[in-house]
């Protein structure tokens, strides 16, 4: 099967990448350095792909940034998929998302609807963060010097689990929205910020914030945790961090 994968030098797009041709796929990447631009939707050319998997992602918190970003490249995947029959669309999407009416999460919601409607057969997957979400937050979230973690309840799991589902998508065929994807056991996200700045050598005090306003509200109440019929991951954060190179 040719696969072409939409944000394959990601943390979960990589994996993807790999674990595709493990299986003895053929893969196309698409990204900037193959010379596409999927928010401009140049550089597109899918003759011959089978499916593509999208999990092209943009850094932002912004609702309008993250809406442009993702109603672009969506549209501009889907179109070019309609024009070159290609037969599968398959997205990743994240848990909780329902409800939320600021920030990323309002643009992968924007994401979802144009995939629902399109002509092309789709598989939508929504899963929790990923373990990685840890080293982002120690890195991005700051009060000038000093590094904060944000109070967070999540579920995460290991960005390859997610990718060997989505592997495991492709080959079924289109099946619409499928079980939602978690790890094996809820989390603090402050807890997990911490353990991994020890781990990676940092000492400094890293104070637990509450974020404001809805996303604060969401990511404290539980939104972001699976429902009672989500598929479970196996390896824990604890696990992920003692693997660390």
Known sequence: MKIAVAGGTGNVGAYVVEIARERGHEVVVLTRGSGVDLVAGTGLDLAGVDTVVDVASVTTLK?????????????????????????????????????????????????????????????ILRATQFHEFAPQMFQGAKLGPLHVAPKMRTQPIAAREVAQR??????????????????????????????????????????AIALPGETGRRQRDGSA?????????????????????
């Not at 290609?86 to 998302?97: T, W």
């Not at 592997?167 to 079980?179: Q, Y």
């Not at 699976?226 to 604890?238: M, R, S, Y």
């Open 63 to 123: 609702t309008e940034d993250a809406v442009a970003f993702f109603t672009s490249v969506t549209r501009n995947l889907l179109d070019a998929e309609a024009d070159a029959g290609v037969g599968h669309h398959v997205a990743l999407s994240i848990v909780g998302i329902d409800g939320a009416t600021e920030g990323y999460y309002v643009g992968k919601q924007a994401q979802e609807r144009l995939v629902e409607a399109s002509v092309v057969p789709w598989t």
């Open 166 to 207: 989505l592997v495991e998508l492709v080959e079924a065929g289109p099946s619409g929205r499928v079980a939602d994807l978690a790890g094996p056991r809820e989390e603090s996200l402050a807890d997990m910020v911490k353990a991994y700045a020890r781990a990676t050598g940092y000492r400094g005090w890293i104070p």
């Open 225 to 245: 945790l699976p429902g009672p019929g989500a598929q479970l991951g196996h390896e824990t954060f604890a696990e992920w961090l003692a693997a660390l190179p």
